[in-house]
């Protein structure tokens, strides 16, 4: 008896595993990514960002913990201690909770349409005939011709588009100083001016909604730079606390939100200046792999994604302000006496070889690493025709953005540095690339610059300086909006399900 007992015990447990196999079966083989029901809906090849699909329709049991019921796919319940009374419907009546989800789905199905429509008129923009560096924007828009854009038509449309639709939900969990502010002086002020605008900025008010079903993106206000000044230890070099800090503030959005865990974060986007943003992004493995980052520190060989994540200017506003020499530059036919210029400390791997070569080596391409006391930084770089830029320990140097204040063409000397706004920008129609391995040449390929491409090298910084500026508040197509610019573009080539 007791033998019958196990083998009918054995065949029900058996008959259950299989069971729960099917049903896994039958819901996995739905998983397919979700795509635009255009089938040419992806951006134009000038300012298109691969896509990324998403198998977020199936949620395992190990990712949706913190999940609410409605966001889970239940896989058996017959152990469940709620009533089993099911009201009474009338013939083709929808049950209440199934409705709910529907009307769910529903609105993220009608938000991905209307970014479908995005796409399509974007693509149907760049691909209209003509000169391509025309982008014939309507009367009293300002989207500049010519050569700085990838496809001018294209990001004018784009850029409207995203004024039209886009829409940010900002967290309001955390507590100052560490969320909700940042630094707005010095060289990482760009983490928190953008913070600031994006909760308080009039212009930003147009993106923000406070209805997190309407987001199209979520934003995550922390700054690295106050948790590395606030919780991390000096000279212990222990990155822990701001590792620590972000894991559990995307705890906290992720159990009290169902937003997180539907995309596992790739519709989430953090900012931040500060060196170590990278590190301290790892501490969330979705939040560095999958979510967009907007980081100074855009260093392509050590995690940065340029497909996700966002490449952030670095502007040191030296006491909040910009040089007022550099607010209004001399006159285009203002001579310039020296080739090049470079000033500052023996920073990372690439500094100490330039400085090896040209440190008082030569009066027209100065090169100091202490500027002496009687010469004035802003004045030595109106006074130079090209701008040198070398990575100090990080990829970023404040110095391009300088350089493209001062009319001075940036001489950029990086290795794996995915720059700004690449997506919309040329670089290579307003600053110069020279490999570190080319440093010992480096008078030698600055003076094989023609005339003509040196004025008009110089000619374009003046187009795009407005995308740099920091004002306030916050103007169109400024660096505030080119920054929105680049994770629109991101969000829009997301396929959620």
Avoid at 239 to 244: A, Y
Avoid at 266 to 287: I, K, R, T, V
Avoid at 416 to 433: C, G, N, T
Avoid at 451 to 464: F, H
């Amino acid at each position: 008896m007791e033998s019958l007992r196990l083998q009918t015990t054995s065949v029900v447990l058996w008959l259950c595993i299989a069971s729960i196999l099917v049903v896994l079966v039958i819901y996995g083989s739905s998983d397919a990514p979700i795509g635009s029901s255009d089938s040419k809906s992806d951006l134009p090849v000038s300012i298109a960002i691969p896509m990324v699909q998403l198998r977020s329709k199936v949620i395992t049991t190990t990712a949706t913990s913190s999940v609410s019921d409605d966001h889970k796919i239940v896989l058996s319940s017959s152990n469940n201690n709620q009533s089993t009374t099911t009201p009474h419907l009338l013939p083709n009546q929808t049950p209440p909770r199934e409705a709910a989800k529907r009307k769910r789905r529903s609105g993220r199905s009608k938000m991905e349409e209307g970014l479908a429509r995005a796409r399509s008129s974007i693509r149907t923009a760049a691909a209209a005939s003509g000169d391509p560096n025309r982008s014939s924007p309507p009367q009293n828009d300002v989207v500049s011709h010519g050569v700085v854009y990838r496809n001018p038509r294209a990001f004018h449309q784009s850029y409207l588009e995203m004024e039209r639709k886009f829409k940010v939900y900002v967290y309001s969990e955390g507590d100052l100083p560490i969320t909700h502010d940042g630094p707005c002086k010095d060289i990482y002020s760009i983490e928190g001016r953008f913070i600031h605008e994006m909760e308080t900025g009039a212009k930003a008010g147009r993106f923000r909604t406070k209805n997190p079903k309407e987001a199209h993106v979520y934003f995550m206000p922390f700054s690295v730079t106050w948790m590395v000044k606030y919780l991390y230890k000096p000279l212990s070099y222990d990155l822990r606390p701001l590792r620590e800090y972000v894991s559990d503030y995307v705890r906290l959005v992720s159990e009290k939100y169902p937003f997180w865990n539907r995309t596992s974060g790739a519709d989430h986007f953090m900012l931040a200046c500060h060196d170590w943003a990278p590190h301290a992004s790892a501490g969330n493995p979705f939040l560095y792999n999958t979510s967009i980052r907007v980081l100074c520190n855009a260093n392509t060989s050590e995690g940065f994604r340029p497909q996700k994540d966002v490449s952030l200017p670095e502007i040191h506003l030296y006491g909040g302000y910009v040089s007022s020499k550099l607010i209004s530059p001399p006159p285009t036919n203002t001579p310039r006496p020296y080739l090049a210029f470079f000033a500052g400390g023996l920073h990372g791997p690439i500094r100490p070889i330039l400085l090896d070569y040209w440190k008082g080596r030569d009066e027209s391409l100065r090169v100091f690493e202490y500027l002496p006391k009687t010469l004035d930084y802003n004045s030595m770089m109106l006074e130079s025709k090209f701008c040198l830029c070398p990575s100090g320990h990080e990829v970023a140097s404040p110095r391009i953005v300088e350089a493209i204040y001062a009319e001075c063409v940036p001489v950029i000397i990086s290795e794996h540095y995915a720059l700004p706004f690449s997506d919309v920008l040329r670089w290579e129609a307003f600053s110069i690339k020279v490999e570190v391995s080319e440093i010992k040449r480096l008078k030698e390929i600055l003076e094989a610059v023609p005339e003509e491409k040196y004025r008009w090298l110089k000619k374009n910084l003046k187009v795009v300086r407005k995308h740099f500026e920091l004002n306030h508040p916050a103007k169109r197509f400024d660096v505030f909006h080119m920054i929105m610019h680049s994770v629109w573009l991101r969000r829009i080539n997301l396929r959620v399900a």
